[in-house]
């Protein structure tokens, strides 16, 4: 069992960055892929990035890439997601997940954290 939880969201200007972060406990980190997902309101949850779990291959879905980035530090159990150039259609509740096994573009996930509500105002 993995138990995850995600720190970091707020209230940001077009524009602005935030940065998330997701702590986990209960297993070695390094064991698995991390990635994270949003989900607006009134739609359905939105995969955006994810990382291998040694932190050397990031995967970013066509809407953040170039504007977040996917990194880990196994040491600390952590998984952090960089987010700039931040956009009101980012507005979400955003959520770091865990999954055993190797593919960073699989989106099937086993462990869920409780989510961050990150809200973009214009």
């Known amino acids: 069992q993995v138990q995850l939880v995600e720190r970091g969201g707020g209230l940001v200007q077009a524009g602005g960055s935030l940065r998330l972060s997701c702590a986990a406990s209960?297993?070695?980190?390094?064991?698995?892929?991390m990635g994270w997902f949003r989900q607006a309101p009134g739609k359905e949850r939105e995969f955006i990035a994810a990382?291998?779990?040694?932190?050397?291959?990031?995967y970013y879905a066509d809407p953040v890439k170039g504007r977040f980035t996917i990194s880990r530090d196994n040491a600390k159990n952590t998984v952090y997601l960089q987010m700039n150039s931040l956009k009101p259609e980012d507005t979400a509740v955003y959520y770091c997940?865990?999954?055993?096994?190797?593919?960073?573009?699989?989106?099937?996930?086993?462990?869920w954290g409780q989510g961050t509500q990150v809200t973009v105002s214009s």
């Open positions: 997940a865990a999954r055993a096994g190797s593919s960073i573009t699989t989106i099937k996930y086993d462990y």
């Open positions: 209960g297993r070695i980190l390094s064991n698995y892929v």
């Open positions: 990382i291998s779990r040694s932190g050397g291959t990031p």
